[in-house]
């Protein structure tokens, strides 16, 4: 049950990604007209991420920072703070009590997605029925990352791996 006192986000909604962030995000696949996805490549100072659920998934991977912020997470009453890496990804699922908080510049991306479109594409690849999206602390998506001057590699294999999911 979402308190009413409880920041609510609608990532589907333009602007309300500004109920969570101090500017609106570098790039942005708003026009791109993807049914229940978003895309988006935020670059934020230091800040403060206010208790909040969003109406969609969201897996966000963070990127390249001039310096790797410290990163003080909550998801479902559950802390973490940790250095972050190039590539960590944090998973957190919809209607998920869900705050942040990072040191220093950050960059990240965030692919938010409709619960209806995860259940029709999960549908697709399994027989399972009852397919759950767990909430996750960053982590290193792949702990054999590259040293940051591969990072142009990793980009090109984040966009192959977001046009797949697109293309599910």
């Known amino acids: ?9 609608d990532f589907a ?10 500017e609106p995000p570098l790039l942005s696949s708003d026009r791109a007209g993807w049914d229940g996805i978003q895309l988006q490549y935020h670059r934020h100072q230091p800040h403060q991420l206010a208790e909040n659920y969003s109406k969609q998934h969201r897996i966000i991977i963070h990127a390249c920072s001039s310096s790797p912020p410290l990163l003080e997470e909550m998801i ?13 990804v944090t998973v957190v699922p919809a209607d998920v ?3 942040a908080y990072w040191n220093t510049e950050s960059e990240f991306i965030t ?19 009852d397919v759950e999206f767990i909430p996750n602390f960053s982590k290193p998506l792949f702990p054999f990352l590259p040293a940051p001057d591969l990072i142009p590699t990793i980009i090109i294999y ?7 999911t697109v293309n599910i």
């Open 97 to 99: 009590l869900n705050s």
């Open 111 to 129: 692919l938010s997605f409709e619960l209806s479109t995860f259940a029709h594409h999960t549908f697709d690849l399994t027989d399972v029925a």
């Open 158 to 164: 984040a966009d192959l791996l977001i046009l797949q």
């Open 1 to 9: 049950m979402i308190a009413s006192d409880i920041l609510v986000v």
């Open 76 to 88: 479902e009453h559950r802390f973490q703070t940790k250095q972050l890496n190039y590539g960590d």
């Open 13 to 22: 909604q333009k602007d309300d990604v500004l109920k969570l962030y101090p």
